[in-house]
C-alpha cells in the first residue's frame, strides 16, 4: 500500500547534549530583558532526531547547558508532541536542577487545552509536585515565576471542573501577557488559552479572532514560529473563519517536514474547505512521518489521527478502494494502542464512515461495536456512541426496526454517560443529535413520515448550535445532510435543496450533500442549478473512483443536457 507507506522507525534513547542550532538566534540573553516589539526574532529549534521544528524566542534564567533542551521542548509543546516534549523538559532540569522553567515546561505537557480530554489525578498530582519545584528553584525572574503561576492557576484545587481550569489558564495567561506585553511565548499561550474558553454558542467567534490578532502580531516577529502557526489553525478553524488561516496552513509544514501533527494540522483547513487533494497529501505525509508506534511502542494516536481524515476525504471524492485501503491499514495495526480519544475515534469512525458515506445501509447495520477490544472504550462513551448510530441507521434503512431500537437504546445510555464526563467539549450533545437524527430514520421508514421529519429537523436545529471538535474531520453523517435527505425522499425538493446548502456552508464540498442539491433540483426541474451541482460534484471527483451509482447518474444527466 504505497500511500500509507510506513516509515521505518528507530527507536533510539534521547541524546541530552545541546543540539546545533541553525538561523539567526538570540542565544540565552537575559531573562527580563527588553525586547523591542518590532524587532524579528527567533532561534531555529531542532528535534532530537535533527528535524527541523520552527523557531521560539525563549530568553531564561537558566543555565546555558539546559537551554537547548528548553527550546526543544517549548517547540514541541506548541506542536503539541506532548508526549516528547516532557522529555526535553525534564532532560533540562537534569542538566541545571535549579533551572524554574524545566519543571514548568515538564507540567505543562500534561495540559492539553484543545483536546478532547482532562488531566488525569495521576498527572494533577505530578504536575502540583513539578510547580512546587519550579516555585523553589533559584534559577528564575519575575518573569518566569509569571509562567509558573498562570500554570498554577490551572493545576489549583482538586475539586475544580475542567472548565474552570481553563478558565483559570485563561486568567493566568492574559496576566502575563499583560504585565510583558514584549514576550512573544507569553502572547502566545494567551492566544492559546482563549481558544480553550471559547463557547459553540458563540456564532461571533470574538475569542478565535482575538487569538488570531494576537497570533498575527507574533508571526510579524517571529515568521517561523511553530506555536502561532499551529494555533492560528485551531482560531480559523470553522466555517466563516477557515479561510483566513488558508496562507498559514499551506505554509506549517515549511517549518517542521517530518513533524507529524505538523504535517496533519494543515488539513483542518483544507478540510473546513472542502479542498480534499491537499487534505489527502498532507494527511498522507502525516500518517507515514508518525509510522505506526511512538516511542514507547504503542500505536501512534497521530497515525490514527491521520487516517480517519485522510478516508474521509477519499470519500468526498468517491476513492472507495484507497479509503478501503485506509481501513485495511487500520485493521493490521496491533496493541498495544496509544490511549486518547483520537484513536478511539479513528477506530470508531472510520468503519462507520465507510458505510454511511456511501449510504451502504447493510454494512451499517452489521458496524462491530467496541472495535478493536484492546481500546478503552468505557473512557470514551461518545466514541463508542459513533459505532451504534451507523447500526441504527443502517437497522431503520433496511427495515430492522427492532434492531435498530436497540442501538438507539444503547445510544440514549452513552448520551448520559458522555453528559457525566468532565471535558470542556459538550459531546452528550453529539450524541443526542445522532440519538435524534436516528430515531427521525426509524419513523419514517416506519410510516410516521411528519413525525420522522419533525425528529430530523430538530436534530438539524441542534446541531446548528454546535461546533465539531478537532479530533474529527466532520460528523460521522451531517444531521442536516440527512435531514435533506429525508426531504428529498418525501418530494419536498425545494426545502431539500436548503437542507444540502445549509451542510455546505458548514462542510464544503462534501459528495452526499452536492449529489442531494442536484438531485432535488432535477426533480423540481431546475436543470440549471441540477447541472451546476451535478456538475460541481464531477469536477471533485475527476480522480479515480468507485462504482457509485450517484455518480454514474450525475454524469448521464450533464452528458444527456449538453447534448441536448
Request: charged share 30%; hydrophobic share 30%; proline share 3%.
Given at each position: 500500500m504505497e500511500r500509507l507507506r510506513k516509515l521505518d522507525v528507530v527507536v533510539k534513547p534521547y541524546v541530552w547534549s545541546l543540539s546545533l542550532l541553525l538561523g539567526a538566534g538570540l542565544g540565552c540573553a537575559p531573562a527580563d530583558e527588553a525586547t523591542p516589539r518590532h524587532e524579528t526574532l527567533g532561534t531555529a529549534v531542532i528535534s532530537a532526531e535533527g528535524d527541523s521544528l520552527g523557531s521560539v524566542h525563549f530568553p531564561t534564567s537558566c543555565d546555558s547547558e539546559a537551554q537547548a533542551e528548553l527550546e526543544r521542548g517549548l517547540a514541541l509543546l506548541h506542536h503539541m508532541n506532548y508526549a516528547k516534549a516532557e522529555p526535553e523538559f525534564l532532560a533540562a532540569a537534569e542538566s541545571d536542577p535549579d533551572c524554574a522553567l524545566a519543571y514548568w515546561g515538564a507540567a505543562m505537557t500534561y495540559v492539553h487545552p484543545l483536546w478532547p480530554d482532562t488531566i488525569s489525578p495521576e498527572k494533577r498530582s505530578a504536575g502540583e509536585e513539578l510547580l512546587a519545584r519550579a516555585s523553589d528553584a533559584t534559577h528564575s525572574s519575575p518573569r518566569e515565576a509569571a509562567y509558573v503561576d498562570a500554570l498554577v492557576r490551572y493545576y489549583m484545587g482538586a475539586g475544580r471542573s475542567e472548565r474552570d481550569r481553563l478558565a483559570g489558564l485563561l486568567e493566568g495567561w492574559t496576566a502575563v501577557h499583560t504585565d510583558h506585553p514584549d514576550d512573544v511565548e507569553a502572547a502566545v499561550f494567551h492566544a492559546l488559552a482563549l481558544l480553550a474558553n471559547t463557547a459553540a454558542?458563540?456564532?461571533?467567534?470574538?475569542?478565535?479572532n482575538e487569538a488570531g490578532a494576537i497570533l498575527e502580531e507574533v508571526l510579524a516577529r517571529i515568521p517561523g514560529h511553530p506555536g502561532a502557526h499551529h494555533y492560528t489553525i485551531h482560531a480559523y478553524d470553522f466555517p466563516p473563519l477557515a479561510e483566513k488561516a488558508l496562507d498559514i496552513a499551506r505554509r506549517y509544514d515549511d517549518l517542521a517536514p517530518e513533524n507529524t501533527h505538523a504535517l496533519h494540522m494543515t488539513s483542518h483547513i483544507f478540510t473546513r474547505l472542502g479542498l480534499w487533494p491537499e487534505s489527502i497529501e498532507f494527511n498522507t505525509r502525516a500518517a507515514a512521518a508518525a509510522s505506526d508506534r511512538n516511542a514507547a511502542g504503542h500505536v501512534s494516536l497521530h497515525h490514527l489521527h491521520a487516517l480517519d481524515y485522510l478516508a474521509y476525504a477519499y470519500l468526498q471524492q468517491a476513492n472507495d478502494q484507497a479509503a478501503e485501503e485506509v481501513l485495511a491499514a487500520t485493521a493490521t495495526l496491533e496493541p498495544p494502542f496509544q490511549n486518547h480519544s483520537a484513536t478511539a475515534y479513528a477506530f470508531a469512525a472510520i468503519p462507520a464512515r465507510l458505510a454511511l458515506e456511501r449510504h451502504d445501509w447493510e454494512a451499517a447495520s452489521g458496524v462491530r461495536p467496541r472495535w478493536p477490544a484492546e481500546v478503552e472504550w468505557d473512557s470514551y462513551p461518545y466514541l463508542d456512541a459513533i459505532s451504534q448510530f451507523a447500526r441504527a441507521l443502517g437497522a431503520a434503512r433496511t427495515g430492522n426496526a427492532d434492531e435498530a431500537r436497540a442501538a438507539i437504546a444503547e445510544m440514549a445510555r452513552l448520551e448520559e454517560a458522555s453528559r457525566a464526563l468532565d471535558i470542556a467539549y459538550d459531546w452528550g450533545i453529539q450524541v443526542e443529535i445522532q440519538r435524534i437524527?436516528?430515531?427521525?430514520?426509524?419513523?419514517?421508514?416506519?410510516?410516521?413520515?411528519?413525525?420522522?421529519?419533525?425528529?430530523?429537523?430538530?436534530?438539524?436545529?441542534?446541531?446548528?448550535?454546535?461546533?465539531?471538535?478537532p479530533v474529527t474531520p466532520g460528523e460521522a453523517l451531517p444531521a442536516r445532510e440527512l435531514y435533506g435527505d429525508m426531504l428529498l425522499a418525501a418530494g419536498r425538493h425545494e426545502e431539500a435543496i436548503q437542507a444540502y446548502e445549509a451542510t455546505l456552508d458548514r462542510s464544503p464540498n462534501r459528495f452526499n450533500s452536492l449529489y442531494g442539491a442536484g438531485r432535488a433540483a432535477e426533480l423540481a426541474g431546475d436543470a440549471e442549478a441540477a447541472g451546476t451541482y451535478y456538475g460541481k460534484l464531477l469536477e471533485i471527483c475527476s480522480g479515480?473512483?468507485?462504482?457509485?451509482?450517484?455518480?454514474?447518474?450525475?454524469?448521464?444527466?450533464?452528458?444527456?443536457?449538453?447534448?441536448?
Open positions: 454558542e458563540d456564532k461571533s467567534y470574538q475569542k478565535q437524527a436516528a430515531e427521525a430514520w426509524l419513523a419514517y421508514e416506519s410510516g410516521d413520515s411528519e413525525g420522522a421529519l419533525e425528529l430530523a429537523r430538530q436534530a438539524a436545529e441542534l446541531e446548528s448550535t454546535t461546533e465539531k471538535n479515480p473512483t468507485g462504482e457509485r451509482p450517484e455518480l454514474e447518474h450525475a454524469r448521464q444527466y450533464v452528458e444527456s443536457v449538453a447534448a441536448s
